[in-house]
């Protein structure tokens, strides 16, 4: 799966984008921000206060318990400051 | 309609011209400009560089203002956001809402930069004594929002 | 703080960058623009003949724009009010305010719009197909002057 | 004292201005459109509905009972339609 970053999320994880072949089991949102703390210590600080950090399927806002369902790509963001 | 996110400075005299122009049905024409402030979020700046998500922020913005047409009857209305290194004094944002009465051009330009805070994908880090800092999402932001959503349209 | 009343037509675009041109304070510029439609107040209007009290008109105006200044952290504003014959699709009135944050500079503009239609000395008279017809003022703008009287700024 | 007038009370009265001597018993805004009214047919078309008519002293808004103390100019019209 495609998964974006923006902003300090992105400087943490040290990339824009990357491919990841995600497992059968993750399901969710959640479940790929689980999976990703799992893979080393940049996605760990990125996601250390996961609740704060906002997430888009195919480029549409959505809570952290949506299913992933057929989306191509998931980001990660932090809270906008536009305007 | 339209939104328009570009690295390019906007004139918001013009585009209130080109919106308006050959019109006799619009009796209000309402714009918002946001400008970068030399006293920042994160203390005084020298300058910020505002990242934002290519492909959603277009459609976010195009979602907003569709929901400012279904709340008020506009005639018309244009969003601009920049992106990319700006400087304090520059403009940043672009809002122009256009009516038959005022009321309706006043509260939905009001209305579209509380969402757009809260809701496209735009981020500041701002150049500050420290280096570069990220701003942080207000609270105060999300109030504004929110009022919205018990005051009738 | 400026008010300006003139025959000629004004350029908002022009305005707002004048006023904000080397500022980096200035955080929101809210713009009004008020035209003059086809569907006047009077029904299917041709043009319209505003008249003027010279010298109360500047001084009202003045009143207003000071009592907004009053009322908000305003760094800047603008009031310009046209008279003479107008046709639709022209520009009548333009307001400015400028401010830090957004919310200032929105309510005063709205504020400012609202006392300028009930107490500044302007009188419109259309021309319609039963000729000239003298604009009857409006409850509506009464109600929406009167709320900021009970609303706090 | 000069007296000016606006939009349709102008109309009504046929000039834009004049100057009136008052009596002395004339001391107030209404005293002077009771005056007007003795003086003609257009004025008391112009005043007809007296009430709606607003006045000014010395370019200053004020009501029907303000005494026109030194006021060097009293001016009347209709409610204001600008903006």
């Known amino acids: ?83 | 309609m339209a939104v328009r996110i570009q690295r390019e400075p906007f004139d918001a005299g013009a585009e209130i011209e080109r919106l308006t122009r050959g019109r006799t049905d619009v009796g209000a024409a309402v714009s918002f400009t946001g400008l970068c402030r030399a006293d920042g979020e994160t203390g005084t700046i020298s300058a910020m560089e505002l990242e934002h998500f290519p492909g959603m922020a277009e459609e976010e913005l195009l979602r907003i203002e569709a929901e400012a047409h279904a709340r008020w009857p506009l005639l018309g209305s244009l969003i601009v956001h920049r992106h990319g290194r700006l400087v304090p004094g520059d403009p940043i944002v672009l809002v122009v809402t256009l009516s038959a009465h005022r009321q309706a051009a006043f509260e939905a330009a009001n209305f579209l930069m509380d969402y757009l805070k809260t809701s496209a994908p735009f981020w500041k880090k701002e150049d500050n004594v420290h280096g570069g800092e990220w701003v942080a999402a207000k609270a105060s932001d999300d109030g504004a929002r929110d009022r919205w959503t018990t005051k009738s349209g």
Chains 1, 4 share one sequence.
């Open chain 1, 1 to 83: 799966m495609k998964i974006r970053y923006f902003a300090w999320v992105r400087e943490r994880v040290g990339r824009g984008e990357e491919e990841i072949a995600l497992p059968e089991t993750v399901k969710t949102v959640a479940d790929v921000v689980a999976f990703l703390k799992t893979q080393g210590a940049e996605y760990e600080t990125a996601f250390e206060n996961e609740k704060i950090v906002r997430a888009a399927l195919d480029r549409v806002h959505v809570k952290s318990d949506t299913p992933l369902a057929n989306a191509g790509e998931i980001a990660f963001f932090p809270p906008m400051t536009g305007g």
